[in-house]
C-alpha cells in the first residue's frame, strides 16, 4: 500500500528508467510545499509567488516574532514547564530561520548539482551500477520520509498534549484570536499554530535533509569511481590507448565529484554551522524540562523533541565522517591498481591523478568546525553544562 502511494520509496526494476535526482524526489515536493521550488507551469508560478511570499513570511519573519512578542508581553504568566517547553522551541526556530535562508538561498545550486548528477549517471553503464542508483534513490527518499514522520509526530504530539491540557501548544503571540474568549476561539488558534509550526517544522525538515541527500548520493558515485579505478588495465581485450582512455574517464569522474562538492559546500557549511551553534543550549533545555517539568505526556512530546534535535546533526555528521574516509581510499584504490607495466605515458597520467585524488572531502561548518563525529559530540556536550548551571541555580525548587 505505502508504495503504492510513494513509489520511489522502493527499489526500481532495472526496466524502469531512474535517475540519480530522482532520489531528491520527496525532498523537492517538500521544497515546494514551503514555497522554495516553483512548478514549471508558468501560469501557475504567478499564483505561486503569492504562496511563496505568504510562507517565507510566516516561516522567516513570523515564527521567530512571534515568540519574542509572547515573552515580552506574557512572560509572567507562563509556566516553569510551559515557559521550557516555549523557548526551546523558540531557540530553535530562531536557527530555523537562518537555515531555512541558506537552504532557500541555495536552491539554484542544488539545480547544478543535479545537472552534474545528470552527466555522473551517463558513465554507469553497468547492470551493477545500474543496480546501485536504484538503491540509492529508495535509500535517500526514505531518509526523506523517516525524518517527515519523526518531526510530524513531534508536532502533532506536542498539539494534542497542549489542547488536550486546555493550553495552546507553543503560544504565539496572535493579534487576531483572543484563545481566552471562548472554546471555539481557543481552538482556532490552537489550529493557526499548528498551521504555523507545521510549516516550519518542514521548513526546519528540508534544511535537514538536504544536505544527507545530496552527498549521500554524491557518496554513491564516489563507490562507483572506485570499482572503476580498481578495474583499471585488468581487461585482457583492451589496448593501452583504450586503458590510458579509462583512465582519462577516471580522472573526469573525480573532477565532476569535486566540482559536486564546491557546489554544495557553502550552503551545507552554513546550515550545519547554525545547528552547532544551537543544539548544546536546546538539548540541555529539553533535558531540564524532561526531569524536572514534564507530565508523563509531556515528557513523551519533549522526548520526541529531544530525537529530533539530534537528527538535525548527527546523520550528517556519521555520513561526512564515511565520505572522508571513502575519499581517502580512492587513493588506496588507484595506488594498488594494476599500473606497474602500464606505458610511460599512462604512468605519468597516474601520477598526476594520484596528486589529485588525495585532496581530502572536508566541509568545514562556518569555516570553524569540521562536520563529524566527533564535533557533534563536542558541541552536544554542552547540554550538560546547561544542566549543570540549572542545578546549580536551584532552578526546580523555585519555579516548579
Known amino acids: 500500500m505505502i508504495y503504492k502511494l510513494f513509489p520511489r520509496l522502493k527499489v526500481q526494476p532495472l526496466s ?13 515536493r517538500g521544497m515546494q510545499v514551503v514555497g522554495w521550488v516553483p512548478p514549471k507551469n508558468k501560469i ?25 512578542f509572547t515573552y515580552a508581553r506574557e512572560m509572567s504568566t507562563f509556566t516553569a514547564g510551559e515557559f521550557l517547553t516555549s523557548i526551546q522551541i523558540g531557540l530553535n526556530t530562531y536557527g530555523n530561520t537562518l537555515k531555512s535562508s541558506y537552504t532557500f538561498w541555495g536552491t539554484k545550486r542544488y539545480k547544478l ?36 514522520i519523526s518531526y510530524s509526530v513531534y508536532t502533532t504530539s506536542t498539539f494534542v498534549v497542549a489542547t488536550v491540557n486546555g493550553h495552546l501548544p507553543w503560544r504565539f503571540y496572535n493579534p487576531l484570536i483572543d484563545s481566552t474568549k471562548n472554546v471555539l476561539f481557543f481552538w482556532i488558534a490552537a489550529l493557526m499554530e499548528y498551521f504555523l509550526m507545521s510549516m516550519t517544522v518542514l521548513a526546519d525538515q528540508c534544511a535537514d535533509v538536504y ?18 579505478i580498481t578495474r583499471l588495465r585488468t581487461n585482457p581485450e583492451l589496448s593501452e590507448d583504450e586503458n590510458y582512455q579509462e583512465l582519462v574517464k577516471c580522472i573526469k569522474d573525480h573532477q565532476i565529484i569535486m566540482e559536486y562538492v564546491e557546489i554544495m559546500r557553502p550552503v551545507i557549511s552554513a546550515t550545519i554551522f547554525v545547528q552547532f551553534l544551537l543544539i548544546g543550549v536546546v538539548l540541555g533545555l529539553s533535558m531540564i524540562n524532561i526531569l524536572f517539568f514534564s507530565d508523563f505526556w509531556a515528557c513523551v512530546a519533549n522526548v520526541m523533541f529531544v530525537g529530533c534535535v539530534l537528527m538535525e546533526t548527527f546523520p550528517f555528521c556519521y555520513l561526512s565522517n564515511i565520505i572522508m574516509d571513502d575519499a581517502a581510499e580512492l587513493s588506496d584504490c588507484l595506488f594498488q591498481s594494476n599500473w606497474i607495466d602500464a606505458n610511460r605515458r599512462y604512468k605519468t597520467a597516474v ?3 594520484m596528486h589529485r585524488i588525495q585532496q581530502p572531502i572536508i566541509i568545514i561548518a562556518g569555516g570553524v568546525f569540521i562536520i563529524c563525529l566527533q564535533t557533534n559530540i563536542t558541541v552536544a556536550k554542552l547540554a550538560f553544562s546547561v544542566i549543570t548551571v540549572v542545578k546549580q541555580m536551584d532552578f526546580a525548587k523555585k519555579f516548579g
Open 211 to 228: 544536505p544527507i541527500a545530496y552527498m549521500g548520493v554524491m557518496r554513491t558515485h564516489m563507490n562507483f569511481l572506485k570499482q572503476r
Open 351 to 353: 601520477i598526476s591523478f
Open 16 to 28: 524502469e528508467d531512474v535517475r540519480s535526482r530522482d532520489a531528491f524526489v520527496y525532498l523537492d
Open 113 to 148: 548539482a543535479k545537472e552534474l548528477l545528470d552527466r555522473m549517471d551517463k558513465r554507469c553503464t553497468t547492470e551493477e551500477e545500474q543496480a546501485g542508483i536504484r538503491r540509492s534513490v529508495a535509500r535517500w527518499n526514505l531518509c526523506y520520509m523517516i525524518y517527515q
Open 44 to 68: 501557475l508560478q504567478r499564483f505561486y509567488a503569492i504562496w511563496t511570499v505568504l510562507l517565507v513570511g510566516l516561516v522567516f519573519c513570523w515564527s521567530p516574532m512571534g515568540f519574542s
